[in-house]
């Protein structure tokens, strides 16, 4: 494991450059960012992004014939844990990202929401391969992105870029505007060299930024304006996918739907498949047509909107989406008030075993200890990882999924059962799924 962040220069886009002095901040302008705050009442600022992204823009949609830009399959992330002293030894693992499976269409955008420190800029830092995985593989352009050498990932950077949460300390901030956004197109040879100060102002136009101010200075630019530079920046190389990890929870509320805005337009524009990292919900529902819910390095639910949005069926998207205003009404019937869910996100790196989010979970019972859920497809585009999947008041009362994993109710073995081959977690959907109601595996 590495974390190849270069001090100061900004000669790779895609590698993430930090600068003495700049941190990233660990709160960010939205709800569920800070660890305690999780669910914090009324006390949270609501972000309208209804009202203000929907006035021009409409949300993306969803293309279920597009195939994967990006498919990701059981990618791990342990980060060693040293002990102290002179001799420094390994003495755990932090499970960032532990198994998880997903597919970006091309041209489309998944979102990756949950909680801060579930693991989502590690994933993004994967798939940019600012960190070498533990384990599993990222499937871009027929290649595994997760073997490649990082010299065989020069030509891949190109086409996979990053846009960073902060953009305070994402852009150095003695270089101008015109060397951050021109040096990837020098490093990458993408236009003659008499020609990159013409790109550049045709870049710094597009992401709606005066293209003579090449010559100016981070400094010079407010939050919303330098995020725009670091757009700018990725967009330079016609990237793929861009992976955009908070990059609006560190602006003004007002100005995130700007920004978020640029993307959308951009998105459409160019065709540029997006993996959109936010610890909200509230936000990706606009701009992405298919979600992920992560919880403390496992994706506990992944499905298109509607099924997320309207249909959720694991207690934690249900828990955060109880928190997003104008869904909340929908999921939650007449309850109003905000599910809150007790105690803190247990550490990454002893989770607790079985399902990891048993200890906050209100309905965990005694299986959840004993089994990991298997993260079961239960529609077309809809996944889930709980043993009791259902809507809110309406869980099953028996695990759906003992028979499956060959255990009686309780999680003990079960001599009579086989557990099911068909519990292998993909990236993508079958065509054939469990059914919920008759809880057997069939097609629609
Ligand atoms: N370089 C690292 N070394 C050790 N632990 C790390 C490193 N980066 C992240 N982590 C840990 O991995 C977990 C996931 O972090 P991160 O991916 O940043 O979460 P998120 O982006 O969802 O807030 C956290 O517990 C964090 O402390
Ligand atoms: S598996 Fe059990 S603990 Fe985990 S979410 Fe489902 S009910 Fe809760
Ligand atoms: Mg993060």
């Known amino acids: 494991m590495s974390h190849r962040s270069p001090e100061g220069t900004e000669d790779t886009a895609g590698t993430e450059p930090t600068y003495a002095g700049h941190t990233e901040p660990q709160g960010g302008a939205v709800?569920?960012?800070?660890q305690d705050d999780a669910f914090p009442g009324e006390t949270r600022t609501d972000v309208k992004f209804s009202e203000l992204v929907g006035q021009t823009h409409t949300a993306a949609v969803l293309d279920p014939l597009a195939p994967p830009v990006l498919s990701v399959s059981n990618l791990k992330m342990y980060f060693p844990v040293k002990s102290g002293g002179v001799v420094r030894r390994t003495v755990g693992h932090v499970q960032a990202v532990d198994g998880i499976s997903f597919e970006v269409p091309e041209g489309g955008s998944l979102g990756l929401v949950g909680e801060s420190g579930c693991g989502k800029s590690t994933t993004g830092r994967l798939i940019t391969r600012l960190y070498d995985p533990t384990g599993g593989s990222m499937i871009f352009d027929g290649q595994d992105l997760a073997t490649l050498s990082q010299k065989e990932m020069l030509p891949l950077r190109r086409e996979v870029q990053m846009i960073f949460q902060d953009p305070y300390s994402s852009l150095n901030p003695r270089h101008t505007v015109g060397t951050i956004v021109g040096t990837p197109l020098r490093v990458h040879n993408m236009v003659p060299k008499n020609k990159v100060l013409d790109r550049v102002q045709e870049l710094l136009?597009?992401?709606?930024l005066n293209p003579e101010h090449y010559n100016r200075y981070p400094n010079e630019f407010s939050g919303g304006q330098r995020q725009r530079i670091g757009?700018?920046?990725a967009l330079a190389l016609q990237p793929k996918i861009m992976v955009a990890d908070e990059p609006v929870s560190a602006l003004d509320v007002s100005i995130q739907a700007q920004v978020i805005n640029l993307m959308q337009d951009l998105q459409k524009e160019f065709g540029i498949a997006f993996l959109f990292i936010a610890h909200d919900l509230a936000i990706v529902r606009h701009f992405c047509p298919e979600v992920a819910v992560m919880y403390l390095g496992k994706i506990v639910e992944i499905g298109d909107r509607e099924s997320i949005y309207s249909h959720a069926r694991h207690p934690y998207t249900q828990a955060l989406?109880?928190?997003v205003p104008d869904v909340k009404q929908a999921v939650i019937g007449g309850r109003r008030e905000r599910i809150r869910l007790e105690g803190d996100v247990p550490s990454p790196i002893n989770p607790p075993s079985g399902c990891r989010f048993r200890t906050r979970c209100p309905i965990a019972q005694e299986i959840c200890a004993k089994h990991e859920p298997p993260l079961l497809q239960i529609g077309q585009r809809h996944k889930v990882?709980?043993?009791?999947?259902?809507?809110i008041g309406q869980h099953p009362t028996e695990p759906l999924t003992a028979r499956l994993l060959g255990v009686d109710n309780a999680g003990s073995?079960?001599?009579g059962a086989t557990p099911s081959k068909d519990l292998v977690t993909k990236p993508g959907y079958d065509d054939t799924w469990f059914d919920l109601d008759t809880k057997t595996f069939g097609r629609a």
């Open 31 to 34: 709800g569920l960012e800070k």
């Open 205 to 208: 136009e597009v992401v709606g």
């Open 231 to 233: 757009i700018a920046r």
């Open 321 to 323: 989406l109880s928190a």
């Open 385 to 391: 990882a709980c043993h009791f999947p259902g809507e």
């Open 413 to 415: 073995p079960d001599p």
